[in-house]
């Protein structure tokens, strides 16, 4: 259950929310190659209005064996892309120049803190920035801290491919 009071900061605005949708313009180009694996490319439709939207966000984990990828809404459960596939989570993505379909669902809290304890050992700068950026510090919290963050405002999405 959430609290009323996120711990996540506020969604960016101005300059730094231009600066976070400029991939999508790589992948409107065919550059999101560019991009390598760390980021994915979702292709999902509005909950309210059908339409298609487009986010990009970064790949936090992944698992090759059962060709899983884990991401997080780094702006908490109300973000509309994470809303969206909650809504309607059988969602086309693209992962460089691959594009796929899968479904996404949210992992528990406890599954949660393990792909971001993961995360933060495999990629501490980003652990860190990504800290700084959403007002939190994944970086240095224990095991608790995080569970707890995970559980009221961060929710961690795995991407599992569709069977055909």
């Known amino acids: 259950m959430m609290s009323e009071k996120s711990l996540v900061a506020k969604p960016p605005s101005g300059w ?12 409107r ?7 390598g694996e760390r980021f994915v490319l979702l292709n999902h439709l509005g909950r309210k209005t059908g339409q298609v939207h487009q986010t990009v966000v970064e790949i936090i984990g992944h698992n090759a064996a059962q060709d899983t990828y884990y991401i997080v809404s780094g702006w908490g459960y109300k973000a509309n892309w994470y809303q969206n596939l909650l809504a309607r ?46 007002g939190i ?15 009221e405002s ?6 599992r491919p569709l069977q055909a």
């Open 16 to 27: 730094l929310r231009l600066m976070l949708r400029l991939p999508i313009l790589l992948y």
């Open 29 to 35: 180009l065919k550059l999101g190659w560019l991009l």
């Open 89 to 134: 989570p059988n969602i086309t993505v693209q992962i460089g120049r691959h594009q796929r379909a899968i479904r996404a669902e949210t992992l528990t809290p406890s599954a949660g803190v393990q792909v971001l304890l993961d995360y933060r050992k495999h990629h501490p700068l980003a652990s860190r920035e990504l800290s700084r950026l959403m």
């Open 137 to 151: 510090d994944l970086s240095a919290a224990s095991s608790e801290a995080l569970q707890k963050i995970v559980q």
């Open 154 to 159: 961060l929710p961690i999405v795995v991407l």
